[in-house]
């Protein structure tokens, strides 16, 4: 009798680790199976930058600059910049429509450069623009319409018309402060 109690506690004895073990394994792959959805929750997503329609107010784009950093009024700190608009007459507007993007000189319209085969995205408050050389990054940095633009790639050489850092539109230009060109024929 003790030969069969023995035997019987020793089979117990394997079947209940047998059935702890696959119970383990299979909460093994369970969490496994958590962890995963866990990981896969916690990645965060990428945002995907779209394509977007260009601004209408980017085809008058007129160059600016900072001109009281102190101040906390945008009209105030950004304006005309004095030298490119007075003296050297040499500052770039920028006109962006669907088919093209334009720099054309300040003081002479006829003077302009342009290029039609661009892509258009945008994320946020930024647009961005790639030709086969460069990528232009016009990003709102202000409620008024204060643009910032980063030119990346092969450096942009334009005979008499400077890039300006920043830009605002031709409607909200009236709204800034403006230097007096004095006897300067600009």
Same mark, same amino acid.
């Given at each position: 009798? *003790? ?5 019987? #506690?020793?089979? $117990?004895? &394997?079947?209940? #680790? ?6 383990? =394994? ?7 199976? $958590? ?5 896969? *929750? &916690?990645? +965060?997503?990428?945002?995907?930058? %779209?394509?977007?329609?260009? !601004? ?6 007129? !160059? ?7 101040? /906390? ?21 920028? #006109?962006?429509? /669907? ?16 290029? %039609? ?12 623009? =790639?030709? %086969? ?11 008024? +319409?204060? @643009? ?5 790639? =092969? /450096? ?7 890039? $300006?850092? @920043? ?6 230009? +009236?709204?800034? =402060? ?9």
């Amino acid at each position: 009798m *003790k030969n069969i109690i023995t035997s019987f #506690s020793v089979a $117990a004895v &394997l079947l209940a #680790s047998c059935s702890t073990s696959t119970d383990k =394994k299979v909460n093994n792959v369970d969490s496994t199976a $958590a962890k995963t959805d866990t990981v896969s *929750k &916690l990645t +965060p997503e990428k945002k995907t930058i %779209s394509k977007v329609e260009i !601004p209408g107010d980017f085809s008058e784009l007129v !160059p600016i600059d900072v001109l009281e950093t102190k101040s /906390k009024n945008v009209y105030e700190k950004y304006g005309i910049e004095f030298s490119g608009n007075c003296y050297s007459c040499d500052l770039a507007s920028l #006109s962006i429509t /669907k088919n093209k993007i334009k720099w054309t000189n300040i003081c002479d319209e006829k003077d302009s450069f342009e290029m %039609s085969d661009f892509s258009v995205s945008g994320e946020g408050n930024t647009t961005i623009l =790639k030709t %086969s050389d460069r990528t232009y990054i016009l990003t709102k940095i202000d409620k008024a +319409p204060v @643009y910032e633009l980063v030119v990346e790639g =092969k /450096k942009l050489e334009l005979n008499k018309k400077r890039v $300006a850092k @920043y830009f605002t539109t031709q409607k909200a230009l +009236p709204l800034f =402060k403006e230097h007096d060109c004095g006897d300067f024929e600009g």
